[in-house]
């Protein structure tokens, strides 16, 4: 929706450290006793008169008010309500606890991110079956796969992605004496054969010169190599890997204390008030950059205009975020709804959510667009974001697996993580905290 600017991942674990055992519980007896996913409409708007129609978002999705204006405009039946809700955490939070109530109180179209969808896709007769053959390769293929339950229902249309590049501030770059436009960026970071090793080394030396931290985030950053690991948490039957016994995963949670051990992380924690104000404080000099980030790096930058994007990414292409639009099989308006979740998703809407908020669009068709591929971001010094984006989505490689444990497992390392960075809480130690969470979940 990233957007979107998808704050509060960490957040969100924090919240649902507490409540998503309980509510997966009552979801699943819920999901037992099933629904007919009939909605009083039976079929739009047109049968009942003149409806509302609410949708429930996180930040921003870049629905604006204008575009939510045109679907009335197409529809005069239909009067469109948008519910933002202040965080995803608080997305996630209602979802789940009025889904387990049976749905009442929902929006008709509820956004989800993609974090949750393979956790909330184990109860598929909550949702509404979105399949519809005129919508066929509408989207990316990955994107498609991400949202369809093993029984083959579809139970969200994705709105975007999030292909990652870097993002970077050009005059602390020149002021450390690297090289600082963006194509020397690129290059000084391993260009087309960029590795986690010329990222870090990178900004060993630019610490070396600068009295700024090299990134903001070490939850943030472990993100970033966490998603390009095929099978993270789980195997691809969604069987949980047992955390003491996944090398891998401790192999980069080393990786990223190391960094943070050697200056490099400013310690911030994403979304949070520290987080916001070290965009003006020149607290990092670069960040793994989602296309959606660069909303959120343009609204918390005030008077700061160093900020470019450099075409690269370590390891190759990463995804980071990216959201669907369900429609809960209690609603009011089943079909209207599925009309206006189709049409918000389409390309046209979604090319401008991408020139509104960031959000680079899913849809094969709005990624070829010339609007799209010409689009260039005043405030990231015209940075030419849609053909960045576009190449950056091109390298994303595969489909990592994420199963129905994969939220509650990441947010134990994301803890472990933020716990060195922000109390300097011995790495061990944390991570053997790390290790009794894992072993509370029950999985």
Known sequence: MRSSTRPTRRAAARTLQTTAGAAAVVLALTACGGSDGGGSDGGGAAEDGPITLTVATFNDFGYSDELLAQYTEEHPDVTVELIDAASAADARTNLTTKLAAGGEGLADVEAIEVDWISELAQYPDLFTDMTDPELDGRWMDWKVEQATTPDGKLIGYGTDIGPEAICYRQDLFEEAGL??????????????????????????????????????????????????????????????????????IKDLYDTIVEQHDAGLSAGLVQWGEDWASGFQNDAFATMLCPAWMTGSIESNSGGVTGWNIADVFPGGGGNWGGSFLTVPASGAHIEAAKELAAWLTAPEQ?????????????????????QVQSFVNEFMNDAPVGQIFSNRAQAIEGNPFKGPNYFAIHQTVQQGIERVETTDEDPGTSWEKTLTAFDDLGL
């Open 179 to 248: 090289p600082s436009e963006p194509d020397e960026v690129a290059e000084l970071l391993g260009g087309e054969d960029a590795t986690w090793e010329d990222y870090f080394a990178a900004g060993a030396d630019f610490v070396k010169g600068s009295d700024t931290a090299w990134y903001d985030s070490g939850v943030a950053t472990y993100q970033g190599l966490v998603n390009q690991v095929e099978n993270a948490y789980e195997e691809s039957d969604g069987t949980p890997k047992p955390l003491a016994e996944n090398a891998e």
């Open 350 to 370: 979604q090319t401008a959510a991408f020139e509104t908020s960031g959000n680079f669009p899913s849809q094969i068709e709005a990624q070829e667009s010339e």
